[in-house]
């Protein structure tokens, strides 16, 4: 009779790879009671090594428990039908080494390190209550890790996710999410870059972008609540907006916030997706309150305005779109269709744009990009708004319709 385990434990003592093809536990069916688990322990270690490009270990699960796993050398591969655990230990992928799994779950206080065009690709990644993620790149050059599912972050407690250094790239693709609540704490010293993906910056998380944070064309930066996206002392960082920059529900819609002590540029294939708030005269704004800090408008840069409520408004009445320091003057440029001055309808009420408004607060040191009831329209401004405002009242009857 043969006895067959798919597990194996490792209690300090060592496990290496070396120039050979190794597939431990194999589960054709998927069935999770078969799956097979490799334990280490108590200073343990797995390495993968060897110039010999079969030089690999496919499993389902690796489990790391104060210990540490390495693809030590070029072209070695690490190829997992399930998940990665890490407690408080260390993984780290060598240059042009490649490792993908289902799911990378940290406890404790762990680390990786990529190198040099290095691939670590997982479908999830999550961060358990209290534990420390540090991800660092390692080679001379970038070394990335890609999330093409989800970034979770615990229900309860803090979960610390930190990109630590300028070669390390975090990249969401392939509609991955990352949903920043208040048990969150993200620290950028490198790149996060959102291609086909989304992060949700909710108000009390501790979202700290030292460096830049890259929304692609195809990615989403959502903000729900009074969010705020800082900055450590004595550093500079980037929020540039190739994508959608947009403000999802809250408790209070049409009263979100993006605080941040960024520069935040509006590229010209962006779209700022703001909404208004006339019954409780609200709306949602940006707030740059680092006067070291610039923020720019490209030409092309969308703003498409959307309606929570509606209600007839007195002339005059004010709404702040953005806040930002007045020596940087972004009054030269402006949203496309919406030159400075410009008016437009929007449901029941004329607004006028301003993108230096000293009447908003006089002498508050700021420059205001505001929005103004006035009494009708002027006919030869219409035309230049027609499509934006058109896209407007769409948003307004989906929303209609939802509810």
């Known amino acids: 009779m043969f006895l067959i385990s798919n597990t194996a434990t490792l209690d300090a003592s060592a496990l290496v790879v070396d120039n050979s093809a190794v597939v431990f536990g194999s589960n054709p069916f998927g069935d999770p009671a078969k799956e097979s688990t490799m334990t280490f322990r108590n200073g343990a270690s797995l390495q993968i090594t060897g110039l010999n490009p079969t030089s690999s270990l496919e499993t389902d699960n690796l489990v790391f428990e104060g210990s540490s796993l390495a693809l030590a050398t070029n072209n070695t591969r690490l190829t997992l039908r399930n998940d990665l655990t890490l407690q408080d230990s260390s993984a780290t992928i060598a240059n042009y080494a490649s490792a993908t799994t289902v799911g990378i779950v940290a406890s404790g206080s762990s680390s990786i390190a990529v190198g040099t065009n290095a691939s670590l690709r997982t479908a999830t990644l999550d961060i358990g209550s209290g534990a420390t993620l540090n991800v660092m790149g390692s080679g001379d050059d970038i070394g990335t890790m890609r999330v093409t599912s989800q970034v979770l972050f615990p229900v309860s407690g803090t979960g610390t996710l930190t990109i630590g250094n300028t070669r390390a790239v975090l990249e969401l693709s392939d509609g991955a999410t990352m949903d920043a609540t208040a048990h969150a704490k993200l620290t ?113 840069a969308i ?31 402006s949203f ?60 307004l009857e989906r929303r209609r319709k939802a509810s």
């Open 188 to 300: 950028n010293n490198g790149s996060i870059s959102l291609q086909e993906g989304r992060i949700t910056v909710h108000g009390g998380a501790a979202v700290a972008n030292n460096m830049e944070l890259l929304v692609q064309t195809t990615g989403t930066l959502s903000i729900v609540g009074n969010a705020t996206i800082s900055q450590d002392s004595g550093q500079h960082g980037f929020v540039t907006m190739g994508g959608v920059l947009t403000f999802g529900d809250s408790p209070t819609p049409a009263a979100n916030t993006l605080s941040t002590t960024n520069q935040l540029d509006l590229e010209s294939s962006s779209t700022l997706r703001m909404t208004l708030d006339p019954t409780a005269r609200t709306s949602d704004s940006i707030l740059i309150s680092n006067v070291a800090r610039e923020f720019t408008i490209s030409p092309g």
């Open 303 to 333: 703003l498409s305005l959307s309606l929570a409520s509606d209600t007839l408004l007195p002339e005059g009445l004010k709404f702040l779109l953005i806040d930002y320091p007045d020596w940087q003057v972004a009054m030269a440029a």
């Open 336 to 395: 496309s269709g919406l030159p400075d001055g410009s008016q437009f309808v929007l449901g029941l009420n004329t607004y006028r744009i301003n993108y230096n408004d000293g009447d908003y607060r006089p002498a508050d040191g700021s420059t205001f990009i505001t929005l103004t009831t006035v009494p009708e329209i002027d006919p030869g401004t219409f035309g230049s708004v027609a499509a934006l405002v058109c896209g407007a009242l769409g948003l």
